[in-house]
Every structure is written in structure tokens, then in C-alpha cells.
């Protein structure tokens, strides 16, 4: 059981990435939808094995050690996080189903699932992470998918001027959350 919430966070970064790495496949539209899709469908089914599997549980290992700094990359789940891994795949696995009808016929297809799958990780990243830190990293993500989800139509000057903002405005959260993770 304790490997399934690592499977949870991988499944949607495997999928942006194998979607980045067939993007010149002759079948890369369905491909890519297939695998953005059927990794936050799995990672819904699993988040549900999991809510029978009990809360209270925690896995880590060490990140980083630096002297008498250790970091540890890992995952918590609690009646907080459980929850929330629901909002964030099943609200994800209907962004990603509507998506498909929506972006169909789209050149970008390829590039908008990536970027949907990414977003989707790092959500998923943010809502298990065991510590500040490692919130930190999978906030920073979410800041770059959003500013390419946000961006995605760049040729559009409204859309890459909302992309901007949005990069700009996740900079000032971007420092208050550094600074309230130093004052901790």
C-alpha cells in the first residue's frame, strides 16, 4: 500500500512526459490523450484503494544532506490530504475528459495534455508532500504549467499577455511563500 501514493504522483508526470517524448509520432494526438486521461483515471481508482487502506501514513527518504541539514522528498497522507487527492483527480479527471472534446482538432493537442498532465503532478505533488520544501518545488511547477496552460494559445496577444500576468503574479506568491518557509 505504501507504494500507491508514489504511483499516484508519478502517473501524471510519466504521462507529460511520454506525451513530450512522442510529439512527432504520426498518432500523437490520441496517443497523447490516452495517456494524459488514463493517468489521472488511474490515479482517481487509486486515490479510492487508498481511502480503504486507512490515514495516518507517511513515507520518506533522504533528499539532500548537507552537514547536520537533512531534506527528505516523500509523501503524508491524513484526513487532510485525502481529501484533497480526491479534488485534485477526480476534478482533474473531468478537466481531462471535457478537454478531450474541447481540444479536439486543435494542432496543440499533443502540447495541451503535457501541460494538463504536468499541472495535474504538481497538484498532486503539493497535497502529499511531506515537508515546506518539497511544497515549494511542486508550487514552482504548478506556477510553469499554469503559465503554459495559460499561454497555450501564444500566437493570440490576449493570451500571451494573461500568461505574463500570471507568471508575474505567481512570482509575488512565489515570495511570500519562500519568505514564510525562512521565517519557519
Same mark, same amino acid.
Given at each position: 500500500?505504501?507504494?500507491?501514493?508514489?504511483?499516484?504522483?508519478?502517473?501524471?508526470l510519466?504521462?507529460?512526459?511520454?506525451?513530450?517524448?512522442?510529439?512527432?509520432?504520426?498518432a500523437?494526438?490520441?496517443l497523447?490523450?490516452?495517456?494524459?486521461?488514463?493517468?489521472?483515471a488511474?490515479?482517481?481508482?487509486? +486515490?479510492?484503494?487508498?481511502?480503504?487502506?486507512?490515514?495516518?501514513r507517511?513515507? @520518506?527518504?533522504?533528499?539532500?544532506?548537507?552537514?547536520g541539514? +537533512?531534506?527528505?522528498?516523500?509523501?503524508?497522507?491524513?484526513?487532510?490530504s485525502?481529501p484533497?487527492?480526491?479534488?485534485?483527480? *477526480?476534478?482533474?479527471?473531468?478537466?481531462?475528459?471535457y478537454?478531450?472534446?474541447?481540444?479536439?482538432?486543435?494542432?496543440?493537442?499533443?502540447?495541451?495534455?503535457? *501541460?494538463?498532465?504536468?499541472? +495535474?503532478?504538481a497538484?498532486?505533488?503539493?497535497?502529499?508532500s511531506?515537508?515546506?520544501?518539497?511544497?515549494?518545488?511542486?508550487?514552482?511547477?504548478?506556477g510553469? @504549467?499554469?503559465?503554459?496552460?495559460?499561454?497555450f494559445?501564444?500566437?493570440?496577444?490576449?493570451?500571451?499577455?494573461? @500568461?505574463?500576468k500570471?507568471?508575474? +503574479?505567481n512570482?509575488?506568491?512565489?515570495?511570500?511563500f519562500?519568505?514564510?518557509?525562512?521565517?519557519?
Amino acid at each position: 500500500m505504501d507504494v500507491i501514493p508514489w504511483i499516484i504522483l508519478l502517473l501524471p508526470l510519466l504521462a507529460a512526459f511520454g506525451i513530450t517524448c512522442t510529439a512527432l509520432a504520426p498518432a500523437r494526438n490520441a496517443l497523447a490523450a490516452r495517456l494524459s486521461v488514463g493517468a489521472v483515471a488511474a490515479a482517481f481508482v487509486l +486515490t479510492w484503494i487508498l481511502r480503504w487502506a486507512g490515514l495516518d501514513r507517511e513515507a @520518506s527518504f533522504v533528499w539532500l544532506q548537507v552537514g547536520g541539514l +537533512t531534506v527528505e522528498f516523500g509523501w503524508r497522507l491524513d484526513a487532510l490530504s485525502l481529501p484533497m487527492l480526491f479534488v485534485v483527480t *477526480g476534478v482533474g479527471g473531468l478537466i481531462h475528459v471535457y478537454s478531450l472534446g474541447y481540444m479536439e482538432g486543435d494542432r496543440g493537442y499533443g502540447r495541451y495534455f503535457a *501541460g494538463l498532465s504536468l499541472f +495535474t503532478a504538481a497538484m498532486v505533488g503539493i497535497v502529499l508532500s511531506v515537508n515546506l520544501l518539497q511544497m515549494f518545488v511542486f508550487w514552482e511547477l504548478v506556477g510553469v @504549467s499554469s503559465y503554459l496552460l495559460i499561454g497555450f494559445w501564444h500566437e493570440r496577444p490576449a493570451a500571451a499577455e494573461a @500568461s505574463k500576468k500570471a507568471f508575474l +503574479t505567481n512570482r509575488i506568491g512565489d515570495f511570500g511563500f519562500l519568505l514564510g518557509i525562512l521565517l519557519v
